[in-house]
């Protein structure tokens, strides 16, 4: 029974046991690496914490690089040529007006002869002085003038010119006005960018823009000069709101009755009308505060040199105000964008290339009898 049941028996051989399933390295501790520790989730591998130092970025340097970096990005420069050339023939011509009275205002015949600069004024009359120190001066604001309103040796031609005209400007300070200062500063922002800016094209003439190679710097150069045209309006109409007479809504009407100051005939209800005293007085306040307000914004930039153009325009033509109406208005070129002012030159261009085209065709007195057989 015991054979056909089966007891439990054991072979002779026993087979040797199975082994169990280890990792080898783990019995050799030499071979064991050490265990890994992961990174945090906010630093990156191999970041070495630059994500943290990125947050704790100087307020202070953030802000400077963000008004900075505009200025300093290179950018293409036609409406820097186009106001570089307007301000050149603006000094030209300046300088040209002086010729029928320069005897009068400078030199040792002059109607006040004790006036010269002031002291810490810089002038070339500090050192050099007599008639023929006048006569060279007055030519070099001319040439130099001459040379910026070409393009030629631009950064030689501006601080020449900025030299010269301040010279003059500071040995007649009775015959200026507020378009003489305004020159003055545009001559010296432009100067100092010709010298000291890294562009490239600044003597590019004005019919070239368009054509050829763009210039390009750093738009800088514009930005100083928009900053001077808005501050002046807002200096302008501070200064007008302290006198009683811009409050009082009777400011333009005694300036129009001057005759020594109206150039142009005017309405004679402009004259008599209080009514129409107190609308151009406040009329010319409220011009002067939407003009920089107008100007500050992109998009309505275009708006405010309207207003600007047309407001200088009617004031130049009311009043004897020298070339202030005319300064303004090429100062106004530093708020067009280089599109805009190689858009100006195109139209100008093609205009010319037109009433050439048309004067080619017409045909001179009796050449159709020559032609006849």
């Known amino acids: 029974m015991t054979e056909i049941i089966g007891s439990p028996q054991t072979d002779p051989t026993p087979s040797p046991p199975e082994p169990r399933a280890t990792d080898p390295a783990s019995t050799n501790p030499a071979t064991t690496d050490p265990p890994t520790i992961e990174p945090a989730a906010t630093d990156p591998p191999g ?101 910026m309103a070409l393009g030629v040796a631009v950064r030689l031609a501006a601080p020449v010119a900025f030299v010269a005209v301040t010279s003059l400007m500071a040995s007649a300070p009775l015959m200026l006005n507020g378009g003489d200062d305004v020159l003055r500063l545009l001559l010296l922002f432009i100067a100092l960018y010709a010298v000291i800016a890294p562009a490239d094209g600044l003597n590019t003439a004005v019919g070239r823009l368009g054509l050829s190679e763009p210039p390009t710097g750093p738009p800088w150069g514009l930005v100083v000069i928009r900053i001077q045209i808005i501050a002046m309006y807002i200096v302008t109409v501070m200064d007008k709101m302290e006198g009683s007479t811009w409050l009082g809504g009777t400011a333009t009407v005694r300036a129009l009755n001057l005759q020594s100051m109206r150039r142009f005939w005017v309405p004679e209800f402009m004259l008599t009308s209080s009514a129409a005293h107190n609308l151009m007085t406040w009329g010319t306040l409220a011009t002067e505060v939407a003009i920089p307000i107008l100007l500050i914004n992109r998009r309505t930039r275009r708006w405010g040199i309207v207003l600007g153009v047309g407001f200088h325009a009617a004031l130049g033509y009311v009043l004897r105000l020298g070339l202030f109406p005319a300064t303004v208005t090429i ?7 280089p599109a805009e002012a190689s858009a100006i030159v195109g139209w100008v261009r093609r205009g010319a290339d037109r009433i050439v085209g048309l004067r080619a065709k017409v045909p001179s007195p009796g050449t159709d009898q020559a032609d006849d057989p």
């Open 331 to 337: 100062a106004y070129l530093a708020f067009l964008t």
């Open 47 to 147: 970041d070495g914490g630059t994500a943290q130092k990125a947050r704790r970025v100087n307020p202070a340097r953030r802000l400077a690089r963000t008004v900075t970096d505009p200025l300093l990005r290179t950018q293409r420069l036609d409406n820097w040529v186009l106001l570089r050339s307007g301000v050149g023939a603006l000094v030209m011509f300046w300088g040209l007006t002086l010729l029928p009275d320069l005897a009068d205002l400078y030199g040792s015949s002059s109607i006040v002869p004790s006036q010269g600069p002031r002291a810490g004024q810089f002038s070339v009359f500090r050192w050099w002085t007599g008639d023929i120190a006048v006569g060279v001066v007055l030519g070099l604001a001319v040439l130099g003038g001459l040379a």
